[in-house]
Each structure stands twice: as C-alpha cells, then as structure tokens.
C-alpha cells in the first residue's frame, strides 16, 4: 500500500444548465452553472462515483490544491485522496459547490441575465433538496446513473440524506458525519442571530450591497464568530485558549484582553473578507428549512421509510451543535425501516468541527466502510 | 404559617457617597450614588440583613412592584416575600443596582459632574470587586456590620462569592445559584459576540451615542438574543419552540418563519429598548475578569482559603451557561478548606435562567437554608 498522499493539483470545472429549475421555495432558476471538481477516475462500470456535499462555508474544493494557490488546499483533504479514507485510486471523487453559493456556481454574486446586474436580494431561496435536485443534473450530465456513496459533513449529511429520499434508486451508501434530521429550535435561534446580525447591517443594503459597492462585513463577522463557538466544544476552547490573557493582565478596554477574542475576530474578519453575506443567508435558511419528516406529522421513520441505501452515520461525543442524539434519531428511524446501518460515535474533545479533523479512530471507520462497498 | 405574598408596593431609595471609590481598573469614582430597596426590618441586633445581588440585567427592584407601576415586579418576587423562601418576616432584604448600572445608580448614562455630559464611554471600567466595595459603604451606611447572608444568581453569585472573600468577617453565609468561579473561553466568546454586535453598530458612536440622540439598538438586540440562548436550554427552547411555523409552512422569506424566531427579536427589541448598551458592555467585562484564583496561580482552593461563611452552592442540571461542574468546582475548593458548604443540584429543563424560576425543589432548598441560619 501506498502511503496516503494529496490527489496533487487540481482544476475546478463548470458545467452549464439551460433547462430551468424549480425550486421548493416556487422560483425558478431558467439557468445555472455549477462548479465542481473530481478527482480519481470513473470507471468502465460507471459505479465508482462519490459524491460529496459541504456544508455552510464548503465549496466545490474537496482535495488537493491549486497550481497558481498551492497553499489552497481542499477541506477535506485529509480524507480524500490515493490511500486515503476515501481512496481515489478506487473512487471517482466529486465535489460540488451548491447553488447559491459563492465560489463560482451561480449564486447572489452572479449576474441575472434578466436584469444584467447581480442577483443579490432576487437571488430566489435555495433547499437542501433543490441542491439534490442541482446535484441530480450534474451526475446526468457526467454519465452517473448511481453513486456508490453520497457522503457529507454536517449540512452535507443533510444532502446525503435527501440523495436517499429523492433518489433512491441513484444512490448505494449515503455516509452522514456529525448530522441531523432537522434543526432543533437551539440550532434555529444561533442561524436567527447570525441573520439579524447580517440582515441589520447598514451596508446589506437589502441584499444589493454590490451596487454600493460595500459587504455587510461586520454582521457577516458576527455571523461567523458565532458560528464558530458552535463548531467548537467548550472543552476545546479550554484546552485551546483557556483564560490566557493577551497582556499577562486585565488591561481595561475593549481591545484583545483574552486570547479567545483575538481567535474569534480573526476569524470573523477572515470569512467577512471573502465570504458572500448573501449565500450566508441562504444557507442558514436551507439549514433551518431542511425536515424530511415534515410530510409525515414529525415522523422521522415514515419520511425515511422511502430510503434504499445502506448508511453509515458518524457523530461526535463533544459536538453540542448536532449532538450523538441528533445521530441516533437517524439510526433509530433507519433501523425501523430495516435499513442496514453502520453507526459509530466517536470519542472526540473538538466538538462540531470533529467532522474536519484528521482523528485516527473516526477516519478507520470510514476507510473500513469505504472498503467493503462493493463497486 | 401565612400564605406566602408580596411585599406589595415598593419604593427605591438613593444613597449619595462621596467618598472617591478607587475601581481595580485604576480609574477613580469621585462620587456616586446608589439605588437599592429593602424588604422587612432590620432587627434590633441588626444581624438579620440579606444581600441580593443582580446578575447582568437585574437591578436593586428584587421584590414588590412600584405604586404607580403595579406590574412591574421585582425579578426575585417568587423567592422574596412574607412566607416565601427568603422570608421578609424574618429577614431585612437589600437589593442594591450595581455601580455602572442603568437603573439609578451612578453610571454611564448618568450625567459626570466634571463634564456636565453623560458619562458614555468616558465610565470606569468596574469588576465584582468594585461592586461589593460599593456595596460594603451602602451597608455602613445602612448599619449593617455583618450579613446573615449575601445571595445571588449567575454573575450575582460572583459577588456573594467575592463578598467572602474581600469582606469575611462581614458574611455569616454566601448563598450561590447557577454561578460559577470564573467564566471559561467559551463564556468569554458569547460575551465578546456581544460587545462585537455593540461596538461596530455605527449608532454607537464609541460609546457617547447620548449625544448624538441615538442608541446602538442592533448591537445591543443582537447581543439580547444571543445572551437568551445561552439562558435556556436547548431541551427548554425544543418544548417552547420546536420547529413550530408562524404560517404553518414555509414562506422563504427573512421575516418570522420559525416561532423561535418571533420570541428572540421581541426579547431583544425589549430589551434594547430600554438597556444601557454602555452598562451591557462593562458587565459583560466584569463577567470576564471575575477571577478570585487569578492571584493564586489558578488554584481556586487557595483563593477560597480567606473565606470564613458558611455556604450554600445550588446548580441546575440543564444549565450549560454556568454548568453544575462549575458549581462543583466551588464545592470542591471550599471543601479542600473544611468549610461548612451545602450543595443542591436540581434537577431541570430551564436551563440558566432555572434560578429566576419557581421550582418547588429549589426553592425548598433555598427555604431550609435560610430557615437554620441563625438570626
């Protein structure tokens, strides 16, 4: 065996779709493009392909790097590539930037051919399973008539989940790591502050803020240092950052006292500088929207009950934003259904952001899984 | 036994002290007054007097309500009151607001007389320190030499806390509900969310918004929104809340979908209507800084060495602001010390805010407590 590697230097491709689409919200898209990359290759049978769905602040850039940005390299690189969890010498490997998004597929910063400006505010709401929906037409269009696995991380799961509700035919394993079924009404209020902070800054604009030539970039910095206690686990931020003090001492203003705050608003300003605040929005109300046991008066069982895939659900002992339990709803609803189901809970003291990380336990579990399917 | 009432119609009282306070920050107070109400009579041996301290957004109205303001109650009504678990007919209640308060005592919407203008950003910084110095001169003034007891609730818990510590012979017992010894990193990065969605709302005008005729309204709605998820808990807010719909269905739209939503920004519209966005600032600050094992090498049992009360430790087990570890933290401390300490971990869905609600376990613990001390 080899030792694991990088799949090396990748390109982002785009594929363009004229035929309209509907989304759940009732607006239509009349066309798109979507920006994806793959890595490994397809094989004759046509049965080899992976696919992956990110979550709130992924991309299309899965693996590998860039070879004008070799310092940019994909989110989970650590799991994909030759020898990796997610071999690419045996898988064909697709990521997919969503619609709505902001790193090239077409989203609020794209222009509106209707109009010829951005779409910004106009840019119509955006479902987890309208990105399916987006997600379907691509495989169409690569030649995949069945994926071996759709597999993803937190809102990611959500997708792999849908995949098993909207096409069950077209999909063999659906790999779900630190999901959820639905938001709780906690997980609801952060996305709600998060919007508030965006949606009350004077320069949103009403979601036109690219004609002003501004971002809301400080509710956007807010958004993200919110969310990203959420991905972190108190006892993380313990080990992190504890109580340390910037100066050895209280200093008395509102500078960086903590080293806690430093981290945070470094981070806010990182997102606020590249993200789109408008995606940002949209994402969270696709998060918030997403509840396959809607149509079934909250019963998890009967919305699953159309699944066929085998399911591999991974949660975290520390992730408090899509808590073990939150996982266990899955499995418990799959195995009324008698679906065969893979659950690990993996000890873990980095909370959400686990999902992220290279944890030798979490990352055997999927190999071994990722092995036995046949393909 | 009477039934248990109110202490019925109420008035605050102000106590001018001039005096300069030095603050632990190095600025200096050179004058000041204080607003606090007192429940029942201070006895003859004037050893029956209780301190109520608040917690972030309290203030010195504890009990009763106002002549001409009958439904504005005191917060603590449900715990203070003939008959109730801190018995007015037993015991001289004080609740006094906190220096850098909004609700009358000296801070820094109050007008500073070196100036002739408000004291907007130009207020000291204070600490739980300050607070209980401060509130030592108002019980010289009062003649109060010693309490039978100094009791609050979260950041009020601190204070009972420190009270033992800067003042030991002055306290027969601290009672300390949902608090903690000091706040850990994540604690310290909600409070900074906070001051982030104040500090950068442009109606803040660093700090002197008085004079510009405005209030940084966003900032200060945002950090309440924030603040009220960490007060409930995620099981409180699923039984409230869940994922109930205003419309019944989805609107894909940035107005109220989700009831939880609804419920956040009327708390925090209310609130920014009427809070200091100066005061939210210094006390979140003060949160920040309260740590009595700060000078002892992080060693919280040498820090609680100098006190001498007698204690009574309460948690709630839903509490994740202020988790019932932290309480057991001060258990432990007090006990490497062989002081005489009770501890109660009741058992509830409310998460932080359980210590301003009325849970009959609780506050039987509470009533026990305050029945044995001796006055």
Chains 1, 2 share one sequence.
Request: proline share 4%.
């Amino acid at each position: 065996m080899i030792q694991p590697s990088s799949v090396g230097i990748v390109a982002p491709q785009s594929a363009h779709f004229d035929q309209p689409l509907t989304l759940r919200s009732g607006g239509v898209l009349p066309a798109y493009d979507l920006v994806y990359e793959t890595y490994g290759t397809l094989n004759a049978d046509r049965n080899n392909a992976v696919l992956v769905c990110h979550a709130l602040s992924g991309s299309h850039h899965v693996a590998g790097c860039y070879a004008d940005a070799p310092d940019n390299i994909g989110w989970w690189d650590n799991l994909v590539g030759p020898g990796k969890p997610l071999d690419t010498r045996r898988y064909f490997v697709i990521g997919v930037n969503n619609l709505g998004g902001c790193h090239g597929t077409t989203g609020p910063r794209s222009i509106n051919p209707a109009t010829g400006k951005r779409w910004g505010a106009g840019f119509p709401f955006v479902t987890v399973e309208d990105w399916v929906e987006a997600q379907a037409r691509l495989a169409d269009r690569l030649g995949i008539e069945r994926f071996a696995a759709v597999l993803g991380g937190s809102l990611g799961g959500m997708q792999a989940i849908s995949w098993s509700l909207q096409y069950p035919e077209r999909v063999a394993n659906v790999v779900a790591v630190a999901s959820a079924p639905m938001l709780t009404a906690q997980n609801i209020a952060f996305n709600e502050v998060a919007r508030q902070a965006i949606l009350t800054d004077p320069e949103f604009h009403g979601g036109n803020y690219y004609e002003h030539g501004v971002v809301p970039a400080r509710g956007l910095k807010l958004a993200r240092m919110l969310g990203h206690i959420t991905y972190l686990s108190d006892d993380s931020l313990g080990e992190k950052f504890g109580r340390s003090l910037r100066h050895g001492k209280a200093m008395y203003n509102y500078g960086v006292e903590f080293e806690i705050e430093s981290y945070l608003r470094y981070q806010g300003d990182k997102f606020a500088g590249h993200f789109d605040a408008n995606t940002y929005l949209l994402t969270t109300k696709a998060l918030d929207y997403f509840d396959p046991a809607f149509d079934h008066d909250g019963n998890l069982a009967a919305a699953l009950a159309k699944s066929s895939a085998d399911f591999l659900i991974v949660s975290f002992t520390t992730d408090w934003r899509f808590a073990p339990a939150r996982s266990r709803e899955i499995v418990y609803a799959l195995l009324h259904n008698r679906r065969k189901v893979s659950y690990a809970e993996i000890e873990s003291t980095a909370g959400h952001d686990s999902f992220l990380l290279d944890d030798t336990h979490y990352h055997a579990v999927l190999s071994s899984y990722f092995k036995r399917m046949k393909v």
